[in-house]
């Protein structure tokens, strides 16, 4: 069955530091790829996503994710992250059911939290 | 453009109640979309529609009802409120449903007790 997996529940990170969010999907094609955000009380905002070409691709707010089809793996990565990045992050894949109609399958979802 | 709309923002029932979550966006997008989210569990789908007139079951179709009568507005029906259906409510929708932009609600936050 198709599945996508965060495999950190929390990750806390300092100030200024990298970051990298990981993001792994059971899928037997290659699906369309998305990462959202999710503010404290708020809706998900995209923050990028990959459907072909490029393997790494640029989003909103600095961040980028790679695919990687050897390893299923659609990590999100920022060089230097801000307070304001605090949130949760959800991996998301789109695929087509058995009965062609497309639908988003969603990881559990990354709780990031910033160290001053 | 308001975008994505729901209400209410929050509401408490009491268990065996009724009740419809109201959805409506101003983009003309054909594809609309229900989730819920609980904690851990990430966005799971209940009901979607890709067009006026048409709608399908998601992964929780159970205890949920949905029509689309119009492109702008998708609401969802509790027909029977269980404690298990406490949740967040999202809807979403996005111009087509392949590999579109979702976009969001700000969310209902369902108490059942």
């Known amino acids: 069955a198709q599945s996508v997996t965060q495999p950190d529940i929390h990750i806390t990170v300092s100030e200024g530091a990298s970051l990298e969010l990981r993001c792994n999907y059971s899928?037997?094609?290659?699906?369309?790829l998305f990462w959202y955000v999710q503010s404290p009380g708020q809706g998900l905002q995209l923050l990028l996503k990959?459907?072909?070409?490029d393997t790494l691709v640029q989003g909103i707010k600095g961040f980028e994710a790679e695919f990687k089809r050897s390893q299923s793996s659609f990590n999100l990565r920022k060089p230097s992250v801000h307070w304001s990045d605090a949130a949760e992050y959800f991996c998301?894949?789109?695929?087509?059911?058995?009965?062609?109609?497309?639908?988003?399958?969603w990881g559990a979802g990354t709780k990031l939290i910033i160290k001053p | 453009n308001a975008g994505v709309t729901q209400t209410p923002k929050f509401q408490v029932l009491k268990t065996g109640q009724s009740m419809t979550l109201q959805c409506a966006q101003d983009?003309?997008?054909?594809?609309m979309s229900w989730y819920r989210q609980d904690p851990g569990m990430g966005l799971r789908l209940i009901h979607y529609?890709?067009?006026?007139?048409?709608?399908d079951q998601g992964e929780v179709p159970n205890g949920y009802n949905v029509s689309r009568s119009t492109t702008e507005d998708f609401p969802l029906r509790l027909l029977s409120a269980a404690p298990s259906q406490t949740s967040v409510y999202f809807c979403?929708?996005?111009?087509?449903?392949?590999?579109?932009?979702?976009?969001f609600g700000p969310g209902t936050r369902l108490l059942v007790l």
């Open positions: 529609s890709v067009g006026a007139g048409i709608t």
């Open positions: 990959y459907f072909s070409g």
């Open positions: 979403a929708s996005s111009f087509l449903a392949g590999g579109e932009t979702q976009y």
């Open positions: 983009m003309n997008h054909e594809y």
């Open positions: 998301a894949v789109g695929i087509l059911t058995a009965y062609s109609n497309y639908q988003l399958i």
């Open positions: 899928y037997g094609a290659t699906p369309y």
